[in-house]
């Protein structure tokens, strides 16, 4: 899942001390994304993560639009996909992660201090997430707040009892 290729999209980030992602879209701009269906999947997209001095790259990277109600916000969410599961920032492996955009929170904490709660009220089954600023093709979309995808996994909600439910 590593990127290998030796053509490097280079942009430069300014350093505020927290990670960055450049999705390099594939064959797509980002404002038909944006415009589209939110279930549309695009596939073939390069992820850079940045943190500090370290550079993960990632290819074959699907993007798609998430939400419901924050789907029809100026600030979009979206989910990318990877090839395999990866662990981002020690939050355990998984393929799918979501970039919320927080759009209905000027603060930007809400997500951040509920996932806090949840360590502190010690659930069984927490989110963990970290923020990071989000570029398309090296243009500066914004903080987003980066958590895996709720989903029925060993790594997220490790559901084993098949009359469970999974509420989100």
Do not use: C
């Amino acid at each position: 899942v590593e990127w290998a290729e030796t053509e490097v999209f280079l942009v430069e980030f300014p350093d505020r001390g927290v990670a960055r992602i450049n999705i390099t879209l594939n064959e797509i701009e980002l404002e038909e994304v944006n415009t589209g269906s939110k279930e549309t999947k695009y596939d073939g997209n390069r992820l850079s993560l940045y943190e500090g001095r370290n550079v993960r790259e990632f290819s074959d990277v699907q993007i798609k639009g998430r939400g419901n109600g924050t789907w029809g916000r100026e600030k979009k969410p979206y989910q990318v996909k990877f090839s395999e599961k990866v662990d981002l920032f020690g939050m355990g492996k998984a393929k799918k992660w979501v970039l919320l955009a927080n759009a209905m929170d000027a603060t930007n904490l809400r997500t951040k201090i509920a996932f806090y709660l949840e360590d502190l009220l010690g659930m069984k089954y927490k989110l963990h997430g970290e923020f990071v600023e989000l570029y398309v093709d090296g243009k500066y979309e914004g903080l987003y707040f980066l958590t895996h995808a709720v989903e029925i996994s060993k790594n997220v909600v490790d559901l084993r009892n098949p009359m469970g439910v999974l509420v989100d």
